[in-house]
């Protein structure tokens, strides 16, 4: 059977199977770890097309596969980004058992990897934007979950992939003619569709909210992993058009739009009154760096872009279980999660607010975190924006630290006599947490690890 084949139709299987017994959270957690586990064994197990275009040593699958006259291919730079995201939803359907999230988490995280991996290996890749769609519907119920806080996010989310899908496959008609004449109309199209995905200035404005009425983990999916996936995608899209991403008014758009995406974010981090929102807004920094850094054009600027990406998720991941402590030990009523109504959480919560801290600090870039290994990498390298990337940076980190204390000024304060000392974390919650804490201080210390992934994915281009 193709390795394509397993790689669309295990995650739909598994995530029917886990939405069935999504009741017994256990047995929900034991099927997402066993797919994944599956999942990154037959991609280590097969030879892309880069090599010899079959599977290794007892050739029971293949690495290519035509359907309905498209072929389906499996390639080095698709392989390591597809085990880099397993590994990233092995270690948060884990990490599920600890933080807790709605029963559609695991069932529906299952599901967007298959049009994910769709995604990739559909050719010619501009055809692989109709895979767009299905993951996006996935992703728009992952955001909304089992409540209601964030259904006008999830359909604002999905009603724009829908909107950037055809643009996308309007733009690569254009290309395929080979018309100069089409030349700036296919450059507006494809800048709308790539802010689109990558949720920068003018398309933002649901991001606050997926991210505040979200369940704690679902951010690290819809704006890491699956992110991460999405932007290989506009990578060999790019590359696969060099005149477009050569062009100056094509990076110009870009690099404007994550300088308004980190002004906008920027202020609202100094005006958030509710840990989510800090958190949704600490993103959009991100958001911005990521956009300004693929404007800046060439191949080391896709490895900007993708290191980025892989920090952001590390970031989220850190930030997210922070949340959810922060959540689980605020002592306000439910719906007034104010940042004033925070006393005494560092003593109810000391490893959980410092997760919260550390991660949204890396998303701002601040020195000693891990995404300033991000922002380093963009300013280092060959740029159009030059200077003004490094002063951007540079109020992105001041304005980060900034609303990281407004939360601060109210969590280190003494709490009432009966609660100061009171604390909502278990044992093994203070472990996990120790060791997430410990990974984040790691890879700030060596941010290689994830540079040589960021490469390899970036290698091809």
């Known amino acids: 059977m193709p390795t394509p084949t397993l790689l669309i139709a295990i995650?739909?299987?598994?995530?029917?199977?886990?939405?069935?017994?999504?009741?017994?959270?256990?047995?929900?957690?034991?099927?997402g770890c066993l797919t994944i586990l599956f999942l990154f064994v037959?991609?280590?197990?097969?030879?892309?097309?880069?090599?010899?275009?079959?599977?290794?040593?007892?050739?029971?699958?293949?690495?290519?596969?035509?359907?309905?006259?498209?072929?389906?291919?499996?390639?080095?730079?698709?392989?390591?980004?597809l085990l880099a995201v397993y590994l990233g939803f092995g270690l948060l359907f884990m990490l599920s058992a600890?933080?807790?999230?709605?029963?559609?988490?695991?069932?529906?995280?299952?599901?967007?990897?298959?049009?994910?991996?769709?995604?990739?290996?559909?050719?010619p890749s501009s055809l692989g934007a109709a895979m767009l769609v299905i993951a996006a519907s996935f992703l728009a119920v992952l955001i909304q979950g089992e409540g209601t806080d964030s259904t006008v996010a999830a359909m604002r989310y999905l009603a724009l992939v829908a909107l950037a899908v055809p643009l996308i496959l309007i733009a690569g008609w254009m290309t395929s003619v080979g018309q100069l004449q089409f030349?700036?109309?296919?450059?507006?199209?494809?800048?709308?569709?790539?802010?689109?995905?990558?949720?920068?200035?003018?398309?933002?404005?649901?991001?606050?909210?997926?991210v505040d009425g979200s369940g704690s983990l679902v951010p690290v999916v819809v704006f890491g992993l699956a992110t991460l996936l999405i932007a290989v995608f506009i990578s060999i899209l790019l590359?696969?058009?060099?005149?477009?991403?050569?062009?100056?008014?094509?990076?110009?758009?870009?690099?404007?739009?994550?300088?308004?995406?980190?002004?906008?974010?920027?202020?609202?981090?100094?005006?958030?009154?509710?840990?989510?929102?800090?958190?949704?807004?600490?993103?959009?920094?991100?958001v911005g760096a990521t956009v300004i850094a693929l404007g800046n054009g060439g191949r080391t600027a896709l490895e900007g872009l993708l290191l980025l990406i892989l920090l952001r998720s590390v970031s989220l991941l850190l930030a997210g279980i922070g949340l959810d402590r922060i959540r689980t030990s605020e002592l306000s009523p439910a719906g007034d999660e104010q940042l004033f109504n925070y006393n005494g959480m560092a003593r109810r919560s000391p490893l959980g607010l410092a997760l919260f801290v550390f991660g949204g600090l890396s998303l701002s870039g601040f020195p000693l975190t891990p995404g300033f290994a991000g922002r380093w990498n963009v300013i280092n390298s060959p740029a159009e924006s030059g200077e003004i990337s490094i002063i951007i940076f540079v109020l992105s980190a001041a304005v980060g630290i900034v609303g990281i204390f407004r939360l601060l000024r109210g969590?280190?304060?003494?709490?009432?006599?009966?609660?100061?000392?009171?604390?909502?974390?278990?044992?093994?919650?203070?472990?996990?947490?120790?060791?997430?804490?410990?990974?984040?201080?790691?890879?700030?210390?060596?941010?290689?690890?994830?540079?040589?992934?960021?490469?390899?994915?970036?290698?091809?281009?």
């Open 239 to 286: 590359v696969g058009n060099p005149v477009i991403y050569a062009n100056a008014q094509f990076l110009m758009i870009l690099r404007a739009s994550g300088m308004v995406t980190m002004l906008i974010a920027g202020i609202l981090v100094l005006i958030a009154k509710k840990a989510g929102r800090l958190l949704a807004y600490l993103l959009l920094l991100d």
């Open 183 to 210: 030349l700036s109309a296919t450059i507006i199209l494809l800048s709308i569709s790539i802010l689109v995905l990558l949720v920068a200035f003018p398309f933002l404005f649901w991001v606050p909210a997926a």
């Open 42 to 81: 037959v991609v280590l197990a097969t030879e892309s097309v880069g090599g010899s275009q079959q599977l290794a040593s007892d050739n029971l699958w293949r690495s290519s596969w035509e359907f309905f006259g498209r072929s389906l291919i499996l390639t080095d730079q698709i392989e390591t980004a």
């Open 98 to 123: 600890i933080v807790p999230q709605n029963g559609m988490f695991i069932p529906v995280s299952l599901g967007v990897l298959a049009p994910l991996a769709g995604l990739l290996m559909v050719q």
């Open 411 to 461: 969590s280190l304060n003494r709490a009432s006599e009966t609660d100061k000392f009171m604390s909502r974390e278990t044992t093994v919650q203070r472990i996990v947490e120790g060791l997430l804490l410990s990974g984040g201080v790691i890879i700030t210390i060596f941010p290689r690890i994830l540079v040589v992934v960021s490469r390899a994915l970036a290698n091809p281009f």
């Open 11 to 31: 995650p739909i299987i598994a995530a029917a199977i886990a939405y069935v017994i999504r009741r017994w959270s256990l047995a929900t957690i034991i099927v």
